[in-house]
Nanobody
Framework: QVQLVESGGGLVQSGGSLRLSCTAS????????MGWFHQAPGLQRELVAH???????RYNASVADRFIISRDNAKKSAYLQMNNLKPEDTGVYYC???????????????WGQGTQVTVAV
């Protein structure tokens, strides 16, 4: 079994910052790519930021100049530093990790439970 646990969400004023964390635990062979997704109320989940196992990153254009994704492979964790937050950033943020099972060549995606971010005007 694999678990992803997110933390760091909360209520913040417009222009403020938050740092989200996501930590994987359980039966992990190789931790491949990781990503953060945003789901605004009533809308579909969309990719915010993605990071490869080697540290390569890409961002949704709406956050590219405000958010930074990083990871610590030793801690099996990914982070999302969110700066200059806007009301439209409000929603639930989900962590996604692609994980290979130990002793196999099988990889699959795992989701965290989500953490709520609310940006007040």
């Amino acid at each position: 079994q694999v678990q992803l646990v997110e933390s760091g969400g909360g209520l913040v004023q417009s222009g403020g910052s938050l740092r989200l964390s996501c930590t994987a635990s359980g039966s992990i062979g190789i931790l491949n790519d990781m990503g953060w997704f945003h789901q605004a109320p009533g809308l579909q989940r969309e990719l915010v930021a993605h990071i490869t196992s080697g540290g390569g990153t890409r961002y949704n254009a709406s956050v590219a100049d405000r958010f930074i994704i990083s990871r610590d492979n030793a801690k099996k964790s990914a982070y999302l530093q969110m700066n200059n937050l806007k009301p439209e950033d409000t929603g639930v943020y989900y962590c996604l990790a692609n994980i290979r099972s130990p002793g196999t060549f099988e990889s699959r995606n795992y989701w965290g439970q989500g953490t709520q971010v609310t940006v007040a005007v």
